[in-house]
Nanobody
Framework: QVQLVESGGGLVQPGGSLRLSCAAS????????MGWYRQAPGKERELVAK??????TNYVDSVKGRFTISRDNAKLVYLQMNSLKSEDTAVYYC???????????????WGQGTQVTVSS
């Protein structure tokens, strides 16, 4: 069994900062890319930031220069969010493309989501 557990969401004022964390655990053989997606009410889920196992990153244009994704090890990923805006309000989901022990192919796993609300 594999789990992705997120933490760090909450309520913050515009211009503030939050850091999201996501830890993968379970019968994991290897982890490829990890990333963060978000879904605002009435909108589709969108990719916010992704980081490969080699450390390459990419971001959606709306967060470039404000958000930073990083990995502490193969199974732990962070999203540092600065200069938050009201339009960043959404449920943020951790995603990991990983291969389970005994499985020949990697698949995508998702966390349960953490709410980020930016409001005064």
């Amino acid at each position: 069994q594999v789990q992705l557990v997120e933490s760090g969401g909450g309520l913050v004022q515009p211009g503030g900062s939050l850091r999201l964390s996501c830890a993968a655990s379970g019968s994991i053989a290897s982890v490829n890319a990890m990333g963060w997606y978000r879904q605002a009410p009435g909108k589709e889920r969108e990719l916010v930031a992704k980081i490969t196992s080699g450390g390459m990153t990419n971001y959606v244009d709306s967060v470039k220069g404000r958000f930073t994704i990083s990995r502490d090890n193969a199974k732990l990923v962070y999203l540092q969010m600065n200069s938050l805006k009201s339009e960043d309000t959404a449920v943020y989901y951790c995603n990991a493309n990983l291969r389970r022990i005994g499985s020949p192919f990697p698949v995508d796993y998702w966390g349960q989501g953490t709410q980020v609300t930016v409001s005064s």
